[in-house]
């Protein structure tokens, strides 16, 4: 069953402007990770948030996590053509030994 | 680049044919993974191994799939006999499951049964 679910399924928005992803989740983990999915490609790992963490920033990426929720977010701030793809969150449950669970995904389309 | 590569990337055969699909993992990782992504299912995880003994295989259809692991070097996915349904994007995915399970994948290979 799928741990991670991506909200909302698609967003489209202009090149430059923020794009916001949440996801939410069941279980206790240890961490939770996003990856992102170009067309026709392999997911690629983007930033990993350790459950003990409620913000980190890689670039123009911006991860919160809340555990008391039990929701995560994923913020690309000033956006580009170029990141049109699909994001997905994957969590890392704290029962050991299982392997990550993938949501479903939200596609971003980045429109020039 | 260390980079998980898999072959065929392409492959279209006709119902009830064999197929192998072929994952070389990033050397010196000790897990692998094969997953399954459609449109209607999204992704699934199939099945994985760590130090090349299959942890959990739940996710495949027991009677035509296998997954293997000859040598640390080589995972192999097959399906035998083929069917229409069987008509995904296969991935291939390595980690090293002690570096909080951030996971490498392959490019994948597309799968058309006819």
């Known amino acids: 069953s799928q741990q991670g679910e991506e909200d909302p399924q698609a967003l489209s928005i202009q090149e430059g402007e923020n794009a916001t992803m949440n996801c939410s989740y069941k279980t206790s983990i240890n961490n939770l990770q996003w990856y992102r999915q170009n067309s026709g490609r392999g997911l690629v790992h983007l930033i990993l948030i350790r459950s003990n963490e409620r913000e980190k920033h890689s670039g123009r990426l911006r991860v919160t996590l809340d555990t008391s929720k039990k929701s995560s977010s994923l913020l690309i701030t000033a956006s580009r053509a170029a990141d049109t793809a699909s994001y997905f969150c994957a969590t890392d449950s704290n029962s050991g030994n299982t392997p990550l669970v993938f949501g479903k995904g939200t596609r971003l389309s980045v429109i020039a | 680049d260390a980079r998980v590569t898999q072959t065929p990337r392409h492959k279209v055969t006709e119902m009830g044919q064999e197929v192998t699909m072929r994952c070389q993992p990033i050397l010196g990782h000790n897990t692998v993974f094969w997953y399954r992504q459609t449109m209607m299912q999204g992704l699934e995880l199939l099945a994985y191994?760590?130090?090349?003994?299959?942890?959990?295989d739940s996710g495949m259809p027991k009677d035509r799939f296998s997954a293997e692991m000859p040598d640390a070097t080589l995972a192999t996915l097959k399906i035998q006999p083929s069917e229409p349904r069987d008509s995904a994007v296969y991935f291939c995915a390595s980690g090293e499951w002690d570096r909080e399970n951030e996971q490498f994948f392959g490019p994948g290979t597309r799968l058309t049964v006819l």
């Open positions: 191994f760590r130090n090349r003994a299959p942890l959990d």
